[in-house]
């Protein structure tokens, strides 16, 4: 890296580049914190069916009821002060098909972040959504007359009612912990995607999520349907400004691939380190079906996420790749969780994590195999890199195996250092102190890299290596 | 030889004495070397050999510079290419001293998980040469090192050194070496654990370097690279001193009478 880039970088970094806000501009916000009025004038708005306003009306109950999760960073869940979110901001009226039509202030915070540039070039669909709402939305029309559906989750239940309520909430039900029931409160936004029977969708759709006001909460809720031999790859992106006060992300996604349907979901979350990131993220994978959830932690203050899969018939197959990046201040507490409820059902779980400048990681997996569950094998490999001696990290893998017959369970965890023969050797080659650095971390994220569009590979190596910047001497 | 005697000093190393420092505690030092002079001026092939423990790693790591020696008397002269003096490059950073025409090929080079062997030459040559060098032109160049070694093009994908069997990371180091074509390259046994054949193919990368401007240090134990490789310099290195130094001649009174003779009558 010249000297030029260098000092460039350098700039870039001191103040997280997408740290910048525009100012607040909206159409309702609600007042801060929850009640039952609030949840009600959501569904108002949004002119919902009866059974998604009561649906809210449960979740928020059991919101209220469920205790905070007794496990996880304490302190850290402590800060959460709920009565301090504003859990409804519409910023603009209509979602808009082109971005000329996007109020300005958004359109630029967009452009900042390179998102109508990376739609031309290699997307087949994209959603934006500013605070509560998708507010630009936008397919290729090959994709439309294939019949795939991506549309924003609220429009979603307006034009396809019948396949949302048959869908929504079945993966993960409003009781399933205390974020899933404040998501399924007061969800706004978030992506409805349904991929007709033998329909591949080559190019990926994505989604891009930006909060930018104060104290937000960001609720999106997102269901993909890959139903019979279709296949589909969804990304999505996350970012926000910098403040001294903390706002929370809160999403719930659940995936339905059916007999021989393909997910891959792509996640790269750069939020901001005041973002409590505390997301509920899982796939039903039926008859020889296929769920990938990649799944890259680079930003938030605290992220709880543990991406899930259920096999639910014979050879259905579970993957989750995941990188977390932990610095100063942040706790990347990820993992995985693969239930194997049919024989001959496989999966893999390949965890990277760095800590640096007194940074966390805890990696937390589930692998489950249920009785009769036979001839089942799962691979669970967790890697942890530490960039010096005040970060942290922890592994807690847990196994359940109630079946024994042909079930194979291989765990497997290093933990280690940037190895100084390693930089010797690329030093002698010429290569400096903080490239050599960066090149050892971007080859110990290469099983991740790789599996993401070039464009991402491309932005995250970068991203990975400002973070890097002067790690070692 | 009057034309030899105008040749430019590419390195003068003088009474160094170095210690290894033990990483895990800094406190523990070992003194190696004791004392070492040697002079390389350019085109001269030399050899340093020595039995097992005498400090000939110790000296190739040191002259790197690498971070668990300590110089702690005398001095490492090194002919800079950019500013064309001889200087003293023992506080020098190891990748300085590369940028400057040194190169050491490892011994039991470290191999990087996840960087492509491809990634991390053209990384390095950019570096080295402190120019761009476009994907095809470097692909070319490449390839044709690779020919060269027999070593297939596939190389370039896998990860450096990863799961290299010893003699594909010998290769490894050699295209190195051919692509960055240095000033002075120091060879740490660069001939340990290879069969005929492989010797035959990493001498060849050697010889098509030599133009009687480069120099080369090689580092063995073994008399069968010199075989190959044609030296006109013996050093042989004990108990962390050269204790007799000479012309081809001395590999053949080694060879028939063993260290243990030499080092005997040498002191």
């Keep these: 890296m010249s000297k030029d880039t260098k000092d460039k970088a350098r700039a870039i970094k001191e103040d997280y580049k997408y740290g910048f806000h525009s100012p607040e501009e909206f159409v309702y916000k609600a007042e801060k914190g929850l009640n039952e009025e609030i949840v009600r004038s959501i569904s108002r708005i949004k002119n919902e069916p009866e059974w998604m306003r009561d649906y809210r009306l449960k979740s928020y109950q059991t919101f209220l009821e469920k205790p905070m999760p007794k496990w996880g960073d304490q302190k850290m869940l402590s800060q959460i002060k709920f009565e301090n979110i504003f859990y409804y901001l519409r910023p603009t009226d209509k979602q808009k098909k082109d971005w000329s039509d996007v109020p300005e202030y958004i359109k630029d915070t967009f452009d900042k972040l390179g998102i109508p540039e990376a739609e031309q070039k290699f997307l087949g669909g994209v959603t934006a959504q500013y605070e509560s709402e998708v507010v630009y939305h936008s397919m290729r029309d090959d994709l439309t007359k294939k019949g795939i559906l991506f549309t924003d989750m609220d429009s979603g239940l307006r034009e396809y009612p019948e396949v949302v309520k048959k869908y929504f909430g079945t993966i993960i039900p409003y009781t399933d912990n205390k974020f899933a029931a404040l998501n399924s409160a007061v969800w706004s936004g978030g992506s409805f995607i349904y991929v007709p029977p033998d329909t591949q969708v080559i190019i990926p759709l994505q989604a891009y999520f930006r909060i930018n006001a104060k104290n937000m909460g960001q609720f999106e809720r997102t269901l993909i349907i890959a139903d019979k031999g279709s296949s589909v790859h969804y990304i999505e992106g996350c970012t926000a400004p910098v403040y001294s006060s903390d706002s929370l992300h809160s999403a719930v996604v659940e995936l339905i691939a059916l007999e021989n349907a393909k997910i891959r979901y792509t996640t790269i979350q750069n939020w901001s380190n005041n973002v409590f990131n505390l997301v509920t993220k899982r796939a039903a994978a039926y008859k020889n079906a296929k769920v990938e959830w990649v799944d890259g932690n680079i930003g938030s203050k605290l992220t709880m996420k543990y991406p899930a899969i259920y096999l639910m018939d014979e050879h259905a197959h579970g993957e989750v790749l995941s990188i977390a990046y932990a610095g100063k201040g942040q706790h990347q507490d990820a993992g995985a969780k693969m239930v194997h409820a049919a024989p001959n059902t496989t999966s893999k779980i390949t965890s990277k994590s760095i800590s640096k400048d007194g940074g966390q990681n805890t990696y937390r997996g589930l692998v489950k195999i249920t009785k009769n569950s036979k001839n089942c094998k799962s691979n669970v490999r967790c890697d942890a890199l530490m960039l010096d001696m005040n970060s942290r990290s922890d592994t807690y893998p847990h196994m359940e195996v109630e079946e024994s017959e042909g079930v194979k369970v291989n765990h497997e965890a290093t933990v280690s250092k940037v190895d100084e023969e390693m930089l010797f050797y690329l030093n002698s080659r010429g290569i400096s102190e903080d490239d050599a650095v960066s090149m050892i971390i971007n080859g110990f994220i290469e099983p991740f890299t790789k599996q993401l569009p070039m464009e991402y590979a491309v932005e995250l190596n970068r991203l990975i290596q400002l973070e890097m910047e002067g790690a070692i001497g | ?267």
Excluded: C, W
Excluded at chain 2, 13 to 27: G, K, R
């Design chain 2, 1 to 267: 030889m009057s034309d030899k005697e105008n040749k430019k000093t590419i390195l003068e190393i003088s009474n160094l004495h170095a210690e290894y420092i033990n990483p895990q505690n800094t406190t523990e030092k070992i003194p190696i070397l004791h004392g070492i002079n040697i002079s390389i001026k350019e085109g001269e092939i030399h050899a340093i050999m020595g039995p097992n423990g005498s400090g000939k790693s110790t000296l190739s790591s040191v002259i790197m510079g690498h971070p668990h020696y300590k110089v702690t008397k005398g001095e490492i002269n090194f002919f800079n290419k950019n500013t064309n003096k001889l200087e003293n490059i023992v506080d020098m950073p190891a990748f300085e001293r590369a940028r400057i025409g040194l190169f050491l090929s490892f011994q039991y080079p470290a191999a990087v998980p996840g960087l492509p062997v491809s990634q991390f030459l053209r990384n390095a040559l950019k570096t080295l040469r402190n120019e761009e060098i476009s994907v095809k032109e470097f692909r070319k160049e490449m390839n044709d090192s690779m020919d060269f070694l027999k070593m297939d093009n596939e190389f370039a994908k896998r990860y450096l050194n990863e799961g290299f069997s010893g003699g594909e990371k010998k290769r490894m180091e050699i295209l190195q070496m051919t692509l960055i074509k240095p000033a002075l390259a120091v060879l740490d046994e660069i001939d340990s654990g290879l069969d005929i054949d492989a010797l035959k193919i990493v001498s060849d990368g050697i010889n098509s370097l030599i133009d009687g401007k480069r120099s080369f240090l090689l580092i063995t134990h073994y008399k069968r690279l010199l075989d190959y490789v044609k030296a006109e310099n013996i050093h042989v290195l004990a108990g962390g001193k050269i204790i007799k130094q000479g012309g081809f001649e001395l590999v053949d009174i080694l060879e028939s009478k063993g260290y243990d003779e030499i080092v005997k009558e040498a002191q």
